[in-house]
């Protein structure tokens, strides 16, 4: 199949007016009569709050209102599991817990009058290890649950794993454990609330999941009692989300709870502080994993227990297991699995969706205990994962359907490009080289009750096209993708294609920017939507140039007849033709388009996506034995990506990835000390410079998707899901000492070495 | 962030004046860590006097001595070639020195002023006996840069006083310097620990020959044949940053190596002594037995860089 606009190195459509200032972002929004409200936090990490004085903050000349919990309904929170008051009241759990906002006429006021605020505190003896947590001994953080084990018991079993353990030639057990690392948005998070005279509400935001956001405001509207109301989101430019504005935040109901008692806008933008310790960061994990495999080197079992920081309320971290399941169960071949997991709540930061969805950790733990297991069984890392990769057609223990699957073409692809066979095992000059690879899901994820997006496409009288997509764009290229999605199908130019995507009032529903779904489901979806315009345009085409509808090809915006190509019409006149006439008409076409993929069932069993995204990453390492340092010579990156739409946006996400992965893996922490977040700037938090980027190669391996539009599958996550065990991997191979704890920094490093030199 | 009034003046007369009729004032030159000091409200002068329009103060004077003045960036002392060549432990330094947007703006008078125990330009100006030059109302005075250090964040300057450059003694034929900065990042950070050395070397053997060697080999090869040379250490310097409260001299290692031949166990020796000098703690940025131990790393590295560039 040869494409005109399919494949091809298309420059992002934004491109242009970010790098000329153009783009409208959360901070550039102004409104006449705006607000600016700012948040006071609390200072202790867990404490009762015995009075709250906030007289002198509201006399401040300039400040236009001052709220507490007294202001909020009683029993209004927010969050997936409905724990979390926007204003705390009576009781902080951590040092984001947020416990006034003030409005007032400039940032500056506001700020002052934070400070006007007296908050008397019980400091009570905080919980910062999940591990204390868990012990019967321990207070109860939240009350009314009852306990400190969150109730979401993830537990997955296939097979008989003890079974498969006693018949195992071999079998490895290791622990792992990973860190907080934050997403770092170029932009930070932010909002501008306001109400009409009709207390409809209109938020200019920066979210990536509008119409679920819009849902949680209308709730939130209920609650504070204006019933049957109206919410608007506008998405201004998003600058970066990685997962990051995939829920709705204390601060945003802070601002619309502004906005109604002021009856002015009211905009609220974190501060780069706010930034590090307010928005919430991928979960930390303490993975105990267990994997054995037969004398052939077949895997027979993989067991997982996890422990995971809650932190202080539940955000859709706490659902990343749901994800690491997909890793545990079904990356490589293993007929028996068993994966617990146990979110537990503690006096720390709470976790949110970050890029990957807990694929990371997983992989992290998987692929590292397979060097090892490799190492045990005395088999090639490389030939243990060869003899175990996945193929097209098989249907996993957790009843994943692989349709495509390039995992084995990814890991001897990766393994050439490392010139594997000469380089491992050699500890030559203290380098090494490690792989891993990864399963994602590919055609969407069915998380919530819909995985649907739906588009409006229409035409107008000079052939241009609109088409408005319920995804939005978060810097991923999602407008510029479905334009040359849209662009391919009609035979337009895609400069001729117009991508909205901003705005619920005219935009279609979308689940929302995650699981790497949006080139999939919202193109499938804007490919559906063109088809049905093209049918269309094809009837009237044919009338026109008086030939059959299937003899009529369109070519960057000419209409002509197959046969006979003397017979032509450019798009507009034919548009402009149907229109200006008695009864005429204009092109209009919708589609909404939900994948066949099944929601988990109670015992986590279903094929959660339409189709699965495979890759594998190699590195080539260099190890001062002197320093700790670890040094990256090659990073090869091979991703089955079913087919590169916009190969330059593909290579983009991969680079993003791989970039985002080894600060993962080599230097990127939160350090949070008895719940206090001490490295909260980019100075301290060590997440990479271009200086630091070693030379990365992608390799694109295309499968052809048939359920993906023009064969594509998803890869906005991939990228970094393989990358710290790769690199732990290479370490391993390179100088003989096993990082089972992320980052992998010098000091870890150097003290392994130290002690193995003991030993 | 507090409000201010900025002012411009021409000359340093000019500043000292007007630092003598505002009062509540501070002299700022690139401005990187006096504006981050305000914004986080860590000071909040009413008044800041700019230093960046006074042309006296952004000269490299390469006369008897080497004077570099105040307002001279990092950007600047980067693409001078002499420095390269001849101070090149000061080379090495601003090379790594936050970014190419920062470096055209912040001065190595802010960057010494500033005392940062992680200063870049600290260790290699204090490997070359640097004197820092202090201009008040009464005229100017001279004090070695090594006095001039107090503890963190602070110096031996009154207020009002203005550092106008340092200055910095020709170094023999022969030597050598070098700067390793240890840090997490290539750009934009500070170090965990940091290591100057300045060798003055008196060598007995073939110069050319050495020089060839020094021309053609790799580091790693020309390491192993220079220390089997029997060259005598005339002159050492060895500094540490992020060990102390202040940019130390290891001096104790300086006097071991001074008079030896340079060969690996005398290094090693060397880098021990530094080593039990530093007196580093454990911070956010780094540990303190790794710093004790990287100060032995570095120093060595740095000393065997420094050989071989003194035939460079």
């Not at chain 1, 009314?144 to 296939?158: F, H, T």
């Not at chain 1, 000419?558 to 033709?577: E, H, N, T, V, Y």
């Not at chain 2, 600047?76 to 920062?102: F, N, P």
Request: aromatic share 8%.
């Amino acid at each position: 199949m040869s494409f005109n606009i399919i494949g091809k190195k298309i420059p992002k459509k934004d491109a242009p007016f970010k790098v000329t200032g153009q783009a409208l972002y959360i901070d550039d929004v102004e409104l006449p009569g705006m607000l600016y409200g700012k948040i006071l936090y609390s200072k202790y990490p867990h404490a009762r709050i015995l009075h709250i004085d906030t007289s002198k903050a509201e006399k401040l000349p300039g400040v236009k209102a001052v709220i507490t919990a007294k202001d909020f309904p009683p029993h209004f929170r927010i969050g997936f599991m409905k724990d979390n008051p926007p204003l705390k009241g009576t009781k902080v759990l951590s040092t984001r817990d947020e416990i006034a906002a003030v409005c007032a006429i400039s940032p500056e006021i506001a700020e002052e009058a934070l400070d006007l605020i007296s908050v008397e505190y019980e400091v009570l003896q905080g919980i910062f290890d999940p591990l204390v947590a868990m012990r019967e001994d321990a207070p109860i953080l939240h009350e009314e649950v009852g306990s400190n084990i969150l109730k979401l018991p993830w537990r997955l079993v296939c097979g008989d794993v003890e079974k498969a353990k006693k018949e195992s030639a071999y079998v490895v057990e290791d622990t792992f454990t990973t860190q907080w690392v934050t997403h770092c948005c170029l932009a930070t998070s932010g909002c501008v609330a306001y109400f009409d005279v009709n207390n409809n509400l209109t938020m200019y935001s920066n979210t990536q999941i509008p119409s679920l956001a819009q849902n949680e405001f209308l709730e939130a509207l209920t609650a504070l009692g204006l019933r049957n109301r109206r919410v608007r989101i506008i998405q201004v430019t998003i600058g970066g989300g990685f997962g990051s504005k995939l829920d709705t935040y204390p601060y945003e109901y802070i601002a619309i709870l502004l906005a109604l008692k002021t009856r002015k806008p009211v905009k609220i933008v974190f501060s780069r502080d706010e930034e590090f310790f307010a928005t919430s960061p991928r979960q930390c994990t303490i993975t105990k994993i267990s994997q054995g495999c037969d004398r052939d080197g077949r895997l027979t079992f993989r067991e997982v227990e996890m422990i995971l920081d809650n932190g202080a309320y539940t955000s859709w971290g706490a659902t990343t297991p749901s994800v690491m399941m997909m890793p545990i169960s079904s990356l490589y071949r293993v007929p028996n699995v068993k994966y617990t997991a146990t979110c537990v709540y503690t006096n720390n930061t709470y976790c949110q969706a970050m890029r990957g969805y807990g694929n990371p950790q997983a992989t992290f733990a998987i692929e590292s205990s397979l060097d090892h297991l490799a190492e045990e069984s005395g088999i090639d890392p490389y030939d243990l994962r060869i003899i175990n990769a996945n193929e097209p057609g098989e249907i996993t223990p957790q009843g994943f359907r692989v349709t495509t699957c390039g995992l084995k073409e990814c890991i001897e692809e990766v393994a050439k490009r490392l010139n594997w066979k000469e380089k491992r095992g050699r500890g030559l000059k203290k380098r090494g080289v490690g792989i891993a690879s990864l399963i994602h899901v590919g055609g969407g994820a069915r998380v919530y009750k819909s995985d649907g997006c739906g588009t409006i496409i229409k035409m107008d009288d000079f052939g241009k096209v609109d088409v408005f997509t319920g995804a939005s764009d978060i810097g991923q290229g999602a407008d510029t993708v479905i334009a040359q999605i849209v662009a391919e199908e009609l035979g337009v130019p895609v400069e001729d294609v117009n991508v909205i995507h901003n705005d619920t009032d005219i935009c279609p529903w979308d689940v929302g920017v995650h699981a790497s779904r949006t080139t999939f489901v919202a193109g499938n979806s804007a490919l559906f939507a063109a088809k049905k315009i093209k049918k269309k345009l094809l009837e009237i085409l044919s009338k026109l140039l008086e030939v059959p509808p299937e003899d009529v090809a369109i070519k960057n915006g000419i209409a002509f007849s197959k046969s006979d190509p003397q017979k032509s019409i450019p798009l507009a006149r034919a548009l402009r033709r149907i229109h200006f006439t008695t009864g005429g008409s204009m092109l209009m076409a919708e589609h909404f388009y939900d994948p066949q993929n099944e929601n988990l069932n109670k015992e986590f069993r279903g094929n959660l996506s339409a189709a699965y995204a495979y890759g594998t990453h190699g590195v080539e390492v260099e190890v001062d034995t002197e320093t700790g340092k670890v040094k990256i010579l090659k990073y090869v990156a091979a991703h089955d990506v079913g087919r590169a739409i916009n190969p330059l946006l593909l290579e983009g996400q991969i680079y993003g990835g791989v970039l985002q992965g080894i600060g993962y893996a080599l230097s990127e922490k939160m350090i949070y000390d008895n719940g206090y977040l001490k490295n909260g700037n980019f100075l301290d938090y060590k997440i990479l410079t271009v200086r630091d980027v070693p030379p990365v190669e992608i390799v694109i391996i295309e499968t052809n998707e048939e359920a993906g539009p023009f064969g594509a599958k998803g890869i906005g996550e991939p990228g970094l899901v393989p990358t710290a065990p790769a690199i732990a991997n290479a370490i391993y191979d390179a100088v003989g000492v096993r990082i089972r704890d992320l980052p992998i920094t010098p000091e870890k490093v150097l003290k392994a070495l130290k002690e193995k030199n003991k030993g | 962030m507090k409000r201010f009034d900025y002012h411009v003046p021409q000359s340093i007369e000019e500043a000292l004046n007007l630092f003598k009729s505002l009062g509540d004032a501070i002299y700022i030159a690139g401005g990187t860590d006096v504006m981050v000091n305000i914004k986080r409200k860590k000071i909040s002068p009413k008044n800041l006097i700019s230093l960046r329009n006074i042309t006296a103060l952004k000269v490299i004077e390469k006369g008897k001595e080497l004077k570099i003045g105040s307002c001279v960036t990092h950007e600047q002392l980067l693409k001078d070639k002499y420095i390269e060549k001849y101070y090149t432990a000061l080379h090495d330094a601003v090379r790594k020195l936050g970014s190419k947007q920062i470096r055209n703006v912040a001065t190595i008078g802010g960057n010494i002023c500033n005392a940062a125990p992680s200063a870049d330009t600290a260790c290699p100006l204090l490997v070359f006996d640097t004197k820092v030059l202090i201009r008040n109302e009464k005229g100017e005075r001279k004090i070695p840069l090594h006095d001039f250090f107090l503890g963190p964040y602070s110096v031996s300057k009154d207020e009002g006083e203005i550092v106008t450059g340092f200055e910095i003694t020709f170094l023999p034929p022969y030597s050598g310097s070098a700067y390793i900065k240890h840090s997490r990042r290539e750009a934009m950070d500070l170090a965990i620990v940091s290591v100057a050395t300045r060798l003055t070397l008196s060598p007995e053997v073939d110069i050319d020959f050495l020089k060839r060697e020094a021309g053609e080999k790799t580091y790693s090869e020309f390491e192993s044949r220079l220390l089997s040379y029997g060259i005598t250490v005339k002159e050492a310097r060895i500094a540490m940053g992020v060990v102390a409260p202040r940019p130390l001299r290891a001096k104790e290692a300086e006097d071991y190596l001074c008079g030896k031949r340079l060969t690996d166990e005398a290094i090693r020796e060397a880098s021990e002594i530094a080593s039990s000098v530093a007196k580093p703690r454990d911070t956010l940025r780094g540990e303190a037995w790794y710093r004790r131990e990287m100060v032995k790393v570095l120093t060595r590295r740095a000393i065997l860089l420094s050989a071989k560039r003194a035939f460079d």
